[in-house]
């Protein structure tokens, strides 16, 4: 699974993404119950963010929700914040033994050591090459850093710049706009704790910038985004590279 992969910018090492996987017609039988095994470990190392493809994640409905929801064909992902949750969430997975695949997604300064000590090797590794083609179209390298968390593209870089002005004028907290971006994200691999961070980081910048300019006589334009969000910034809407390690069990 490669969605995962082109996560950029600051606090890539907060930033680890777990993938459950089944193999259709190989081991496809009897996953509620090994998802609930998984769930069991993800949570009991803090997994900060989590979800089920079929049926969203614990930032858009309450937990108790998508647990009721497991099923057979149930796809699980979550977020975790630090190497040594990784460590201590294999040891879990491998300990439970449940027979599908875990994959691990983050930077691989982190993740390989993370697996050695939890006494496993990756059989397969995928890695992110950047991106190619015309990057100056690309929104601003602080917005990428929030919107590459989630490999579908939900999280629109307007959305993550109206949060930032949300927080800069003291309406939200930066905890809060992470929140809300990650409710975007419906598959749960959106770290909001990291998310909090970098917008928070942006609001400061704007804030920094606007102040600069009025002391200094010029005239600055804090970073606003894309011209084709502009619609949505004004209207409401309130709601790095890395690499991939395979574990089969």
Same mark, same amino acid.
């Given at each position: ?30 996953? =509620?119950?090994?998802?609930? =095994? ?9 997994? *900060?963010?989590? %979800?089920?493809?079929?049926? %969203?994640?614990?930032?858009?409905? !309450? ?35 449940? @027979? ?12 390989? !050591? ?7 090797? !990756?059989?397969?590794?995928?890695? *992110?090459? %950047? ?80 102040? =600069? ?9 804090? !970073?606003?985004?894309?011209? *084709?969000?502009? %619609? ?6 309130? *709601?790095?590279?890395?690499? @991939? ?5």
């Amino acid at each position: 699974m490669t969605h995962t992969l082109h996560r950029q910018g600051e606090y890539q090492n907060e930033d680890y993404v777990w993938l459950m996987y089944q193999a259709k017609g190989i081991n496809d039988t009897g996953i =509620a119950e090994k998802a609930r =095994a998984f769930l069991a470990a993800a949570e009991a190392v803090g997994c *900060s963010n989590w %979800g089920d493809v079929k049926s %969203g994640s614990i930032l858009l409905y !309450p937990v108790d929700y998508v647990k009721s929801r497991i099923s057979n064909q149930s796809r699980l992902r979550g977020v975790l914040n630090a190497p040594e949750h990784v460590t201590e969430f294999l040891k879990q997975v491998k300990t439970a033994d449940t @027979g599908l695949s875990v994959v691990i997604s983050g930077p691989l300064d982190y993740v390989l !050591p993370a697996c050695k000590a939890a006494g496993l090797t !990756p059989h397969t590794i995928n890695f *992110s090459l %950047g991106v190619w083609g015309k990057k100056e179209l690309l929104p601003k390298q602080e917005t990428l850093a929030v919107t590459t968390m989630c490999g579908h593209h939900m999280v629109a870089p307007g959305i993550v710049e109206k949060m930032a002005r949300e927080v800069r004028a003291g309406r939200i907290s930066a905890e809060e706009a992470g929140k809300k971006l990650a409710a975007l994200c419906p598959c749960g691999i959106f770290n909001h704790v990291r998310a909090g961070k970098l917008v928070g980081e942006m609001a400061t910048a704007a804030k920094a910038a606007a102040r =600069a300019a009025r002391d200094g006589g010029a005239t600055a334009t804090p !970073p606003t985004g894309c011209e *084709s969000c502009a %619609g949505f910034e004004d209207g409401g809407g309130d *709601s790095g590279s890395g690499a @991939g390690a395979g574990e089969e069990e």
